[in-house]
């Protein structure tokens, strides 16, 4: 019996001894990052049969059964889908915003309003040189406004670009991670504390990657993870020990698509949904901003050309260039804008022409154009952003919903501690009161 009651005790001084351990390393992990509680799951240790008791059950103590993580699966799911609305909005806000403050800051509305002004102020003395070289100048700044436009809105496709390419490289790289991952979880003891650190690692990894873009996955009853990448339907990422290989491809109007080893990929979340969601609005900006500035060109050429200039010669083009980045002045001189009717003398006050130039305008307006420009821009920057709102607000229910489950209490642990010593100092009298026992025993003898 002695015997026996020592190695009950002893397999409790173990089991004391490895929820002890268990209780540090959550107090000690309490604010890392990724990490999830442990609580250790024990057995007792029965055994049937023996010398001369055949079909007896035998009770030897207790022993560690598996370490448990403290982690709800819906929950790290949903912890990962919202994380990845999260990542998709703010990618496209803050996209959006550097579009937005690259066309208003170029300063084209006012400098189109102001170029406007000056023609209607020529209309007072037609013949004033002054007037003309204001209206020239007001036409050079505008001209140069449009220029700036469309060079700050390529550097923001260019960021939006460089950001996208990162994010290839990190769902790349995060992929091959979870392939090792896969492998060394097929290899891991059930019980072992390494296998635990590595669904740790696991779940550290999918959440990353959840960031980059919407993930859909499977999990193995040996922890390893299946992932497709672009939700349930789509391709495979991650398949065991193997990965696919996510790449970028840019087209012609600055619009980025993906592919996964070479198959078309269609994504719904994460941030490099947002650029991408991003660019293509660019696109369509860039679209409307070169219309605007053509429409300029052409509209006002057209009309120039039907009157004369203060020579007296035909109005020649003003303008030069078909979109925004190439628009320019193609004359310099004001005496070359046309306000008088054709076949006017040189010098005359006539500005019949001028009327028609301004009415020409007033048919495009352009700057109710570009004023419809930055309202386009910015009530789609500011829908985001409400919508960004009401996705952080979801987003931080789900962390705190699992992270009640899973973080660590240090309260609890604390108990937990006393509890498990506790176990470790009656076990030790067991032990004790064995060896008393058996010393008696021995003293009968």
Known sequence: MASDLLSIARSGVQAARIGLDITAQNIANASATGYVRRSASFSEVASSGGAYRIGDLSLSGVRLDRIVRNADAFRQAEVRRTGSDVARASAEASGLGNIESAIEQSGAYNAIVDFESSLQQLTQDPV?????????EKARTMTGTFRIAAQEMDAAGEGLRFLASDGVTQVNRISSELARTNT???????ASSDKTALLDQRDRLLEELSQYGNIATGFAVDGTV??????????DLVTGGTAASLAL?????????????????????????GQQLALDKLAQLKIDV????GSIVSTFNAAQAGGADLDGAPGAAIFSGTSA?????????????????????AGSRDASNLTAIRSA????????GMDGILFDVSSTLAGRNVTLGALQTIAGTAKVALSAQSGVDLDQEAVNLVRFQQAFQASGRVMQAASDIFDTLLGIG
């Open 361 to 368: 305008l007033a048919g495009i307006d352009p700057a109710g």
């Open 325 to 345: 980045a190439t628009i320019d002045l193609a004359q310099t001189d004001g005496r070359k804008l046309a306000t008088a009717a054709a076949g006017s003398v």
């Open 226 to 235: 299946a992932v497709k990448l672009g939700g349930t339907t789509g391709p």
């Open 128 to 136: 004033d040189t002054a007037l003309r070289a204001a209206v020239m």
């Open 290 to 293: 070169d219309t605007l500035a």
């Open 249 to 273: 491809a840019t087209a012609a109007d600055g619009t980025i698509s993906f592919e996964l080893d070479s198959a078309p990929l269609a994504l719904a979340g994460g941030s490099l949904s």
């Open 184 to 190: 060394r979880l097929s290899r891991a003891s059930d």
